[in-house]
């Protein structure tokens, strides 16, 4: 029975320090160059609206963002986003989701998890998360 105990208690630790997972399933093609970008008041942290807008710029869409109650319908081609970030020493992105719709379809999703992670690994810096996913999601 103890070594029972022993294994569950080895595969929390090992939980505890896994490292982040990300999942991308990028866009394979949009109509225009175009993006809305549905603000999320649920986001505090306006560093991660303007990394995002600034890494859609620079794949080359013209950004204009809309107020939260607009939704997919906004435009024909919306981002959707929401970040979580955490305290632990210092403040990092413990969660970022990135999502795309062209004409209210979803037809792309980049997520970053870094929220069960115990370790140094976990303190990246936002921005440079943030323009990793778009550069993944956006791969053309």
Partial sequence: MKIGLVVVAAAAILVGCAS????????????????????NPAVSQAGFVDALQLAMRHKGFDVQMVSPGSGR???????????????????YLAYAEIKVYENQKEVGLARYDAMRVAGPSKFIKGEEKVRELVGQLFPH
């Fill in 20 to 39: 982040a997972q990300q999942q991308i399933n990028p866009v394979s093609k949009l109509s225009v160059k175009q993006m809305c970008i549905v603000q």
């Fill in 73 to 91: 319908a906004a435009c024909p081609q919306v981002v959707e986003y929401t970040a979580n970030y955490r305290w632990d020493l210092a403040l």
